[in-house]
């Protein structure tokens, strides 16, 4: 899903800037341990999407995103950061993302390693498959194994599928799959496995949430290339979904029915990770305390199933302040509120307070039942 990283650094920036003039000095943390130590005590992970730029600016939001988290997701790890040219990849900003999580006792998360939205330009220009899969194998390898060990999950393929394609797989047309065509996916991820041994590799996908006709088609879509990544030996250890939640779609929540898809996704041995968890609050009252309240429900209703599976480890949301949301920031239709007021889709407010729906995220992890902690094959730690 596009997020904040796909402004431009100064256009946020000055927004950002723009905002705190509004803000308290510094938001007062909320009275609990966290999200991330009361996820713990059910063997549970919880984290988020963190800015690092934002973090150099506000020491409110550094506050927050410490106390709360225990992981991060960096916004510098698509390939069009690391590698803008053929040359060496630059991994000097994630780097000291990484350093920045580890010093406040959080996991690392890798997003993305493979996305068609952010390929490097020169790409395109690659002159044949052989160069194009050589590129993409380099990249894979070479970025798993700076982090080899030290990172928690890689989100090795992020949105393949489109609803849209003509194609029979419905794979997103991009310049991947022109290039090397739909072998590119198995080569990521095996690539991905022989350079972190450790890591969750996990294949991570948007709009499967609700039954809807087209979503319940895309989980089709989304088994059978799942089933294929089996059958072919594709090494893949979990499944993303990135519960961009929409108030107006809860009419079409199940309860049961996406529990039930929950269990087929755990049926073939595969982890659930929420790793995108926000809501677009178009359709919610404008009064700010009923659509906080309408708001939270959503999120208690979705965690409340999606916790009751053992295989859901992980929640993470796409921020931690309504001040650093893609919902507020890059301008899609979809997310604009008819009445013009500024959504609020996230646990904490522009002023980075807690809201109901952190409220509603501390109930939902305390409520969770106990979740075991496994291990992989390779040793690897399932949360």
């Known amino acids: 899903m596009k997020s904040p990283k796909n402004m431009s650094r100064r256009a946020f920036l000055l927004a950002a800037a723009a905002g705190a003039m509004c803000r308290p000095a510094l938001a007062a943390l909320a009275p609990t341990p966290g999200l991330g130590k009361i996820a713990a005590e059910r063997g549970l992970l919880y984290g988020s999407y963190i800015d690092p730029w934002e973090l150099q ?44 999580a580890t010093k406040n006792g ?23 498959r052989e160069t194009a899969v050589k590129a993409l194998e380099d990249h894979v390898a070479l970025t798993c194994q700076h982090f080899a060990g030290r990172m928690q999950s890689w989100d090795v393929v992020n949105e393949a599928i489109s609803m849209a394609s003509p194609r029979p797989d419905h794979l997103r047309p991009h310049v991947f799959l022109d290039k090397i065509g739909p072998e590119y996916l ?41 089933d294929g990544f089996k059958k072919r030996g594709t090494p893949i250890d979990a499944v993303g979904l990135q519960s961009h939640l929409f108030y107006e779609d809860m009419r079409h929540f199940d309860e049961k ?23 677009v609050d178009n ?60 959504p609020r889709p996230l646990p904490f407010d522009a002023d980075d307070r807690p809201k109901p729906v952190y409220w509603a995220m501390v109930d939902a992890l305390r409520h969770a039942p106990r979740h075991a902690v496994t291990q992989r094959a390779s040793g690897a730690r399932s949360f």
């Open 257 to 279: 029915a996406f529990s039930r898809f929950l269990d087929e996704i755990a049926a073939r041995g595969l982890q659930v990770m929420l790793t995108e968890l926000d809501c």
């Open 57 to 100: 600016q506000e020491a409110d939001y550094e506050a927050v995103c410490a106390h709360e988290c225990a992981l991060m997701v960096t916004a510098r790890m698509d390939w069009d950061h690391l590698q803008p040219t053929p040359g060496a990849h630059d991994f000097t900003g994630v780097d000291a993302d990484y350093d920045w």
């Open 186 to 226: 198995d080569i990521a991820y095996h690539t991905a496995r022989a350079n972190d041994a450790t890591a969750l590799l996990v294949y991570n996908e948007f709009g499967i949430e609700m039954e809807k006709p087209d979503q319940l088609e895309k989980r089709r879509v989304l088994f059978d290339l799942i």
């Open 283 to 342: 359709g919610a009252p404008s009064d700010i305390a009923a659509r906080d309240a309408a708001i939270a429900s959503v999120y208690r209703r979705y965690l409340d199933v999606a916790l009751a599976n053992q295989a859901v480890r992980t929640v993470i949301t796409w921020g931690v302040s309504d001040r650093m949301s893609w919902i507020i920031s890059i301008g899609d239709p979809r997310t604009k509120r008819a009445d013009g007021l500024r």
């Open 106 to 128: 959080m996991q690392f998360r890798g997003h993305t390693l493979v996305y068609g939205e952010r390929a490097p330009k020169w790409y395109a220009g690659l002159p044949n």
